[in-house]
T-cell receptor
């Protein structure tokens, strides 16, 4: 069966520091991969998605970037965090259909 | 008008009651409909997946889609305290999960 791993679960970072969140998927090949942010009262916001290695689509221009160095690895990064980057970040995967499967999430607090 | 509307709640019901959760939408092209359950500080979990109109049942859960009214529902029978969570609806016109539109979720509380 397929599993998705996302870490860390909680992260507290100072403003201006870099960020790297990692996500890996097991049990499937060539998944579509996604990064979402969930803010209280604002719902799920799609940040990036990838249909293959090195292929990244950005939905919202911002202080973040994403990379996919391997087929089942997706990384969310920032060079300098802002206060507004605080939120709950979710990695997700799908096969080539509509069903989306989420990781356990990372609660990021930028102070 | 927002594409997907969902009452944020909280919706509080006694244990054993039948729960009805709903979403309305405006895009008539939507044909794939999903319900997710999300516990606090956890990722959403896919509960139900339906295509086009009709009903789908899985254990205590029933998903219902009425495309003519642009209205979808999730029913939970014999509700349990462990059902307390936020329930998000999601829908798509097709073409992949990057086209999913989510509701903001309804916070459900089942009172023991």
């Amino acid at each position: 069966s397929q599993t998705i791993h996302q870490w860390p679960a909680t992260l507290v970072q100072p403003v201006g520091s870099p960020l790297s969140l990692e996500c890996t998927v097991e049990g499937t090949s060539n998944p579509n991969l996604y990064w979402y942010r969930q803010a209280a009262g604002r719902g799920l916001q799609l940040l990036f998605y990838s249909v293959g290695i090195g292929q990244i689509s950005s939905e919202v221009p911002q202080n973040l970037s994403a990379s996919r160095p391997q087929d089942r690895q997706f990384i969310l990064s920032s060079k300098k965090l802002l206060l507004s980057d605080s939120g709950f970040y979710l990695c997700a995967w799908s096969a080539q259909d509509e069903k989306l499967f989420f990781g356990s999430g990372t609660q990021l607090s930028v102070l | 008008q927002k594409e997907v509307e969902q009452d944020p709640g909280p919706l509080s019901v006694p244990e054993g009651a039948i729960v009805s959760l709903n979403c309305t939408y405006s895009n008539s092209a939507f044909q794939y409909f999903m319900w997710y359950r999300q516990y606090s500080r956890k990722g959403p979990e896919l509960l139900m997946y339906t295509y086009s109109s009709g009903n789908k049942e899985d254990g205590r859960f029933t998903a219902q889609v009425d495309k003519s009214s642009k209205y979808i529902s999730l029913f939970i029978r014999d509700s349990q305290p462990s059902d307390s969570a936020t329930y998000l609806c999601a829908m798509s016109a097709g073409g992949g999960a990057d086209g999913l539109t989510f509701g903001k979720g309804t916070h459900l509380i089942i009172q023991p």
